[in-house]
């Protein structure tokens, strides 16, 4: 059994804080964020009785979450059951089996509007019939505190942080590195990134082609009034900028990372005295027979020069449509944005 985090992280996630260009902007490098909150979610479980040996977790994703709770249940000798999409493709299917989980798919397709409802419906079911215990990580607080170690280590690395460009799923990452971050740089802005069909922002549930961001349920881990700007990016958007982000600095990286990586970049190049530090919360493993396949793109009609380069400035959320489009969020509650 780990002792500490860091057993886990030195085999499956380590962290870097990795220098841009321009010479202002930074990322935090995660390769697999997930295995942080999942770390913590699990440990606090086993300490405060709330997990045992023998205990049963369960929780909904078709992503990175997904993994890092395999990989933990699996240092923990833990069973899992993770009830997805068919967004999780085969392959990281089988790299979670092979840890020992058992992986439930939902049939929906990747764009309806209500996948993850249908997906915490299932779960539920299983819950009453096992009594499993969810992780629950849309809305426990172990979640956001995980990230304090990151923040305290691109503090350490990067210096003053003027803006953090963070992708928002569950809420706990960008959330709880600018929590932290605050603790020292009170002024600091966090840029929120989010897709189209995703309601975190006040946007309607709707098709949500780009994955791993977004959500079509609100977390209880979002505060929104921590958010001083919000971005929202299509599917090709995002795809390009991973492009862009391989080609500019020879990491190769998922379409969340590109997203903000183009946001961040944004930022740095308007000003630069201002420090920008974007967040990578994924690899390109799961993408290299989509994102990174000139055939699939093609044939899904994501080309270079149909993606928005600019984002456009609207004054409501629901003024966001397509491309790329900001909106000054200016740590208000959802309830007075959109009243």
């Known amino acids: 059994m780990p002792d500490t985090l860091s057993d886990v992280l030195g085999a499956h996630a380590p962290l870097k804080i990795v220098s841009l260009r321009p010479e202002n902007l930074a990322a935090i490098d995660f390769r697999l964020m997930k295995v942080f909150p999942a770390f913590n979610i699990i440990e606090a479980g086993l300490r405060n009785g709330e997990i045992g040996p023998n205990t049963t977790i369960v929780e909904t994703s078709s992503g990175t979450m997904a993994l890092g709770l395999a990989i933990v249940c699996m240092q923990f000798s833990l069973k899992l059951h993770i009830f997805g999409d068919r967004a999780i493709e085969p392959p990281l299917k089988r790299t979670m089996e092979a840890l020992g989980a ?3 798919l939902v049939e929906a397709t990747a764009s309806d509007a209500n996948i993850q409802l249908l997906r915490k419906n299932a779960l539920l079911d299983f819950m009453n019939r096992t009594g499993a215990t969810w992780a629950r990580q849309y809305d426990n607080l172990g ?11 691109a503090i350490r690395q990067f210096g003053k942080i003027d803006i953090l460009v963070a992708t928002v799923g569950s809420g706990g990452s960008s959330c709880g590195l600018a929590q932290y971050c605050r603790a020292f740089f009170p002024e600091m802005r966090l840029v929120g990134v989010d897709t189209f069909g995703s309601v ?10 780009l994955r791993g961001l977004g959500n079509s349920i609100l977390p209880g881990n979002l505060l929104h009034e921590a958010f001083d700007e919000v971005h929202w990016l299509g599917a090709n958007e995002a795809y390009q900028a991973a492009h862009r982000l391989h080609r500019e600095t020879s990491l190769k990286r998922g379409p969340t990372s590109g997203a903000a990586y183009l946001v961040a970049k944004w930022y740095a190049e308007r000003s630069s005295k201002t420090n920008v530090l974007a967040v990578f919360p994924d690899d390109s493993n799961r993408y290299e027979h989509s994102v990174y396949d000139p055939g699939w793109m093609h044939a899904n009609g994501y080309r270079a020069e149909l993606a928005a380069t600019e984002p456009i400035l609207v004054r409501h959320p629901l003024q966001a449509v397509n491309g790329w489009c900001r ?3 200016s740590r208000r509650s959802l309830a007075d944005v959109m009243g």
């Open 102 to 104: 058992e992986v439930h």
């Open 143 to 153: 979640n956001r505190l995980s990230y304090a170690r990151p923040a305290e280590e």
């Open 200 to 209: 975190l922002f006040g946007r309607p549930a709707g098709e949500r082609v």
């Open 327 to 329: 909106f000054d969020w």
